[in-house]
């Protein structure tokens, strides 16, 4: 399968679980971990579009040479900057040699560059405090805008620059809440267009498959089954070419089946421990308790065995 069917797929499962970027586990900064764990859902069961964070970034020098990475520490641009940081604390707290590249840093870098990085981890500590303490029972919108406020709080006028990628991320998730508010007044035809100006904006990805996926969990949350399927059917011809929508189409009912399939099983189990259930008092209560135990799990694994095989 090549890369773009898989992203596709991908793409679809996430609007058939119904769950706005939460069908996969995305590698993310510690800090973000954290501040997304702080920043759920709001009581009103809003969609939660802070659920996932910019992927953690590689190191972007060969871990092997300190020289090499004071020197990119020391020059590189502030909008490339974190990453290395970060690195350079992780490696050099695994081999405790914190102290001595710090001194050697100061060497290198400038007194602004090198305070940013030895009071790295201090910040980072002082940003987790609050937000931790910080009340994020609100709107996405609210959510956003406050936790942006903790960054410049901790990192001063060096926030935007130095955390581009959470700024971007989090203003592209009130910018989803924003329209998912909006797509309750709007036709899928005037949510679409809505959709392409924002992009035009920047305020969200221009990328097709992301669109789609955007555009199938805000507008699917208040459809039936039955116009779901009508509406994933015309995004997919809109938003790709014909060999793509159709893998996207095939994917689809795939997924349909299975969670038909797994509502079936669960269904047909519940009904089959509770005709158990009603057995243990009756024609099985002369069995003891591990008896009962075990014909039970028997009883159990045959069902499973007999369910999967006719289905």
Known sequence: MNKTN???????????????YQNEVHETTEHNA??????????????????????????AYDENSSEELLNKLAQTNLNELKPLIESFWQNCLRQSECDALLAELHTHASSHRYLLVAE??????????????????????EKVSRIKRIYTQVWGDLAT????????FYNTRATLAELTDLSQEMTPDEFIEQLDILSQQ?????DAQEQYSI?????????????LSHLRSQLARRYF????????????????????????????????????????????????????????DTELKSFRKAFFQRN
């Open 120 to 141: 790295y981890p201090a910040k980072k500590q002082e940003f987790d405090q609050l937000t931790a303490s910080e009340d994020f029972n609100t709107t996405t919108v």
């Open 215 to 227: 555009a199938i969990e805000i507008l699917g949350t208040s459809m039936t089954p039955n116009e």
């Open 6 to 20: 898989i992203f596709l797929s991908l793409a679809v499962l996430a609007a058939a679980t119904g769950a706005i």
């Open 202 to 206: 920047g305020k969200v990805s221009s």
């Open 34 to 59: 954290h501040n997304i764990q702080a920043i759920q859902n709001t009581k009103d069961q809003e969609p939660n579009p802070l659920s996932e964070t910019p992927k953690k970034l590689p190191p």
């Open 161 to 168: 620059e130095l955390f581009h990628e959470e700024f971007a």
């Open 241 to 296: 070419d014909h060999e793509q929508a159709q893998a996207v189409l095939v994917r689809q009912q795939q997924i349909l089946n299975q969670q038909e399939t797994v509502l079936s099983y669960r269904q047909a189990l519940s009904e089959k421990k509770a005709q158990l259930q009603m057995l243990k008092g009756s024609e099985y209560a002369h069995l003891s308790a591990q008896q009962w135990q075990t014909h039970y």
